[in-house]
């Protein structure tokens, strides 16, 4: 499976941001997707996920409320939409992909969302 992280940029606090996930390859072993994401000089957290085929999201507690996960089945794409930003919002996210409920096995490259006070 091969992922694809885009949709990150600079954007202003209270502003809002919708992130991609394309898979490629294997999707058919796909049992979840996550999101991460890593500040600056901080280790990587876990924002979110999804269970694939039925579309169940998760999410840290932090992060209820103005995380919002999902999916496009047809589009082998997941979303994180990222409402009301903050500064501290700010950090690399990336998605990963759990093939049979054993971890994230396959992470891709991370998108920079920075987001200005």
């Known amino acids: 499976v091969q992922l694809q992280a885009s949709g990150g940029g600079l954007v202003q606090a209270g502003g809002s941001l919708r992130l991609s996930c394309e898979l490629s390859?294997?999707?058919?072993?796909?049992?979840?997707m996550g999101w991460f994401r890593q500040p600056p000089g901080k280790g990587r957290a876990y924002v979110g996920s999804?269970?694939?085929?039925?579309?169940?999201?998760f999410y840290a507690d932090s992060m209820k409320g103005r995380f919002v996960i999902s999916r496009d089945y047809a589009k082998n794409t997941v979303y994180l939409q990222i409402n009301n930003l903050k500064p501290e919002d700010t950090a690399v996210y990336s998605c990963?992909?759990?093939?049979?409920?054993?971890?994230?096995?396959?992470w891709g490259h991370g998108t920079q969302v920075t987001v200005s006070s």
């Open positions: 990963a992909a759990d093939m049979g409920g054993e971890g994230y096995s396959y």
């Open positions: 390859g294997r999707t058919s072993s796909v049992y979840a």
């Open positions: 999804i269970r694939w085929n039925e579309g169940s999201t």
